[in-house]
């Protein structure tokens, strides 16, 4: 039954691509991914295999690609991806040896996969739990672990109707959680091959803050006007029911500066969103052609994708959007840079945003009165604004380590075993 809804769900998004560019682009990136694995597979090399649903599990999982690449050159590194927002951004990232699609959990794809594949090891981020997968890499005695997952007592895994589902739980070697909860629900199901370790993600956003390179048109936006600098919000992720939310009182603040970077943007929405805002707004595209267009307007919009991680440092406050759709983005990525973050309603799935929220540093809001309440004691108070950030920064240095601990739970302690055993 299960192979039968995921031939279902193939059959669906090949039906549904023509007028549906994710579907279009998970279409022909599966229809390419047997030439890419024949091309850049080598026969001859040993391969660890990691894979990311999306592009927030891939940054979760990079600060532990990177270690195994620097630790053991002699192994090659395949990513796989089944999102078309974490393969399209990262197709061409230089730091594993090949990148493609996730062929469909369907028996003959799964067997064709790891034949031509044969990885030493299987590494899931966070929350990839793929049944024929998991059961054909147990039979051939790979190795498979899950790393940075967390768990929830409303998820299916913990539903006796859903036993069946939790007992897939078991395919895995390890699974390293982020808190302890997490480690207390696997148990309730039988679950014990797990260890706390806590949350990759967090070693990855110190990593970029530590090597962000300068973003000159920011530098130039934010600089002091006449020996005062602006204070600025950055708007991360960007949907319009976020700027429902902060819109109007950008609107009514003109000395207050944004920078906007928009979670999706085509031209119409660009333009859009330049309209909403009465004091003017420029593109940072726009800026290459004449540097300084941003001169007497209060919003700067970053339409490319790459630069939002090291865009938080040039502001003094971070909203972070989607809290008011699905669920809310990256809050790490901004807190590294020790500023307080707000975010919509829609954040409880995410341990960080709770935990930030009982420190103080983060800020989540439920409307455009709160978002306005918020503003207005944070950028009109600057003892207020650094106290809470720098309580962002402290947060954040308490919960590094993570890639550490899963490095040395996997290769340290696994070697020693076989030793041991030897």
């Known amino acids: 039954m299960y192979s039968l809804l995921i031939h279902f769900y193939a059959f669906i998004v090949a039906m549904i691509s023509p007028f549906h560019r994710k579907a279009r682009l998970m279409r022909f990136g599966q229809w390419k991914t047997n030439s890419i694995l024949r091309e850049k597979i080598d026969r001859n090399a040993k391969y660890i295999w990691f894979h990311a649903s999306s592009l927030g599990e891939f940054e979760q999982g990079r600060p532990m690609i990177e270690k195994v690449k620097a630790q053991y050159p002699e192994y090659k590194i395949l990513l796989t991806f089944f999102s078309p927002s974490g393969y399209e951004v990262r197709k061409n990232y230089s730091g594993v040896d090949c990148v493609c699609y996730l062929p469909f959990d369907t028996p003959l794809r799964v067997h064709r996969f790891l034949d031509r594949v044969k990885p030493e090891m299987a590494i899931f981020v966070k929350y990839e739990i793929w049944r024929n997968y998991l059961s054909e890499l147990s039979d051939r005695n790979i190795p498979t672990y899950l790393i940075s997952a967390v768990f929830r007592p409303d998820q299916k895994f913990f539903k006796k109707s859903f036993s069946w589902y939790g007992s897939w739980l078991r395919w895995f070697k390890r ?46 936006f934010t600089a002091p006007v006449e020996g005062k600098r602006p204070v600025v919000m950055m708007a991360g992720s960007s949907w319009p029911l976020d700027e429902d939310v902060y819109a109007p009182w950008i609107n009514a603040h003109p000395e207050v500066r944004l920078v906007i970077a928009p979670h999706e943007f085509d031209a119409e929405r660009l333009e859009r969103l330049k309209e909403r805002f009465e004091n003017g707004a420029v593109l940072m595209s726009e800026l290459k052609e004449n540097p300084d267009a941003w001169k007497g307007k209060q919003v700067l919009v970053i339409d490319c994708f790459g630069l939002l991680s090291s865009a938080y440092a040039y502001c003094d406050v971070a909203y972070v959007g989607g809290g008011f759709g699905v ?26 945003a709770n935990e930030m929220a009982k420190v103080g540093c983060g800020l989540p809001i439920t409307g455009r009165d709160t978002f306005e309440a918020v503003a207005d004691k944070l950028f009109f108070d600057e003892a207020e604004r650094k106290k809470r950030g720098d309580w962002s ?26 030793r041991r055993k030897n």
């Open 175 to 220: 699974i390293f959680v982020q808190n302890e909860e997490s480690r207390a629900l696997l148990h309730g199901i039988g679950i014990d091959n797990v260890e706390v370790t806590g949350d990759t993600r967090f070693d990855q956003v110190a990593n970029i803050r530590a090597t962000r390179k300068p973003i000159p048109e920011l530098e130039a």
């Open 393 to 418: 920064e402290q947060y954040i240095k308490s919960k590094l380590g993570a890639t550490d601990k899963v490095y040395e739970a996997i290769f340290q302690q696994e070697a020693d075993k076989e």
């Open 327 to 352: 669920s809310i983005h990256n809050i790490n990525e901004a807190a590294v840079y020790g500023i307080p973050v707000i975010y919509g309603p829609n954040h409880h799935k995410f341990i960080e």
